[in-house]
């Protein structure tokens, strides 16, 4: 009877070995064909829409290390080529979206060069993708940007005490997780902090289409939206997390009456995950404003015009009767004229390949086999084909 016991004991260790090995085989396969896809998404919107009519007004410093200790962190800088040394700025600092696995700082450049020309010193940063970086460095190494903030102020005459800091998507998510940071003394504790920005104080926060409920998340209609949580997580899968890390990881639930001011922009399939900020804000005393109703518009004569909400194939004509200019038509455009190009360039590459006899199948065996035959006429030996 011990022995039995011991061999289902044995049995169900292997068996919990090929699960976790299963899982994650499916992970990194899944977490691949995402990746990729990532990487083509930032090189067109790079070439196109991302970057498009930014500004020209704007001096550029590129790749600039804030952490000694690794080289692959970076930010970048842009502020006016006319501004006037003896002002000092206001620091603004944008964190980039791509669901924690992607995005890069040159992917926003039309953006950030648009703030920076209405007179901010804007940085955008780096803070490394997961699972390489998983929770909670990316919001330690972006506190570690805010540290050299402050050892450079003087150097480009900036005001890094009170800073606005900002992001889409993951981005939004790590803003406020640092809006709760610097407003939540008990949230404060549970990182690792560099002690010249621990205490760092955030003027505004611009929220773009953010998550700040991880778990809840899970339920919302996003893409992929398991795989981003998991890779966030370090990618250990979503029912080994435990409670605590699942609340560490929301920043809704340290939200508090000192949480900085936000700006607040939501789409159809972040508004389950937006909507909790401002209640959560609401419900503790803080005063919301600027919540996105027909009602509050038409008081503050504002005009407002909304698509219906339709089913996915008469959206197009939904937004033609509601006569609204999509944004960026033109480097949509383009976007897609590059994705056909590039699409028709690889299938031309590979029927050429084809019929340069690359992927040609081998003779039978039969045929290698088959011993040459000697000509009566000049002697030779003459293979199958010849003869």
């Not at 504790?189 to 010249?196: I, S």
């Not at 609204?324 to 029927?351: E, G």
Request: charge should be positive.
């Amino acid at each position: 009877m011990k022995r039995n016991g011991t061999d289902k004991g044995e049995w169900k260790k292997t068996a919990r070995k090929i699960r976790r090995f299963n899982e994650k085989l499916v992970y990194d396969l899944k977490f691949a064909y995402v990746r990729t896809g990532h990487i083509k998404n930032e090189f067109l919107g790079f070439l196109t829409v991302f970057n498009a009519k930014r500004s020209r007004l704007v001096r550029t410093e590129r790749h600039v290390r804030y952490d000694e200790e690794n080289e692959r962190l970076y930010l970048n800088i842009y502020y006016r080529r006319d501004r006037k040394p003896s002002e000092k700025a206001p620091v603004f600092v944008y964190i980039h979206g791509g669901g924690w696995i992607g995005g890069l700082p040159e992917t926003r450049e039309a953006f950030n060069t648009k703030i920076a020309e209405a007179g901010y010193f804007v940085v955008s940063l780096y803070y490394g993708h997961s699972p390489y970086y998983p929770h909670p460095e990316p919001i330690q190494n972006i506190y570690k940007a805010f540290a050299w903030l402050k050892r450079n102020a003087a150097k480009y005459n900036i005001d890094a005490e009170e800073i606005f800091v900002g992001g889409e998507s993951a981005g939004a998510h790590l803003s406020a997780m640092a809006g709760a940071i610097s407003s939540n003394p008990s949230y404060n504790a549970l990182f690792d902090l560099p002690d010249e920005s621990r205490h760092q104080k955030i003027a505004g926060l611009v929220l773009n289409c953010g998550v700040f409920d991880l778990r809840k998340a899970l339920g919302i209609n996003f893409r992929n939206i398991r795989l981003y949580v998991q890779s966030y997580c370090g990618g250990v899968p979503l029912d080994e997390v435990s409670e605590e890390k699942w609340k560490e990881i929301s920043p809704v639930h340290y939200v508090t009456a000192d949480f900085p001011p936000c700006f607040l922009v939501s789409a159809e399939n972040a508004r389950s995950g937006i909507r909790a900020l401002p209640r959560k804000r609401s419900g503790c005393g803080a005063r919301v404003r600027g919540r996105a109703n027909s009602e509050n518009l038409a008081r503050s004569n504002v005009r407002n015009k909304t698509i219906p909400r339709v089913a996915h194939k008469t959206r197009t004509s939904a937004l033609h009767k509601s006569k609204i200019k999509p944004v960026f038509c033109r480097q949509t455009l383009i976007c897609r004229l590059c994705r056909t190009i590039i699409k028709r360039a690889l299938r031309r590459v590979f029927y050429s390949s084809i019929r340069s006899g690359i992927f040609r199948a081998p003779r039978s065996d039969t045929a290698r086999r088959e011993p040459p035959r000697e000509s009566a006429k000049s002697g030779k030996f003459l293979s199958s084909r010849s003869a």
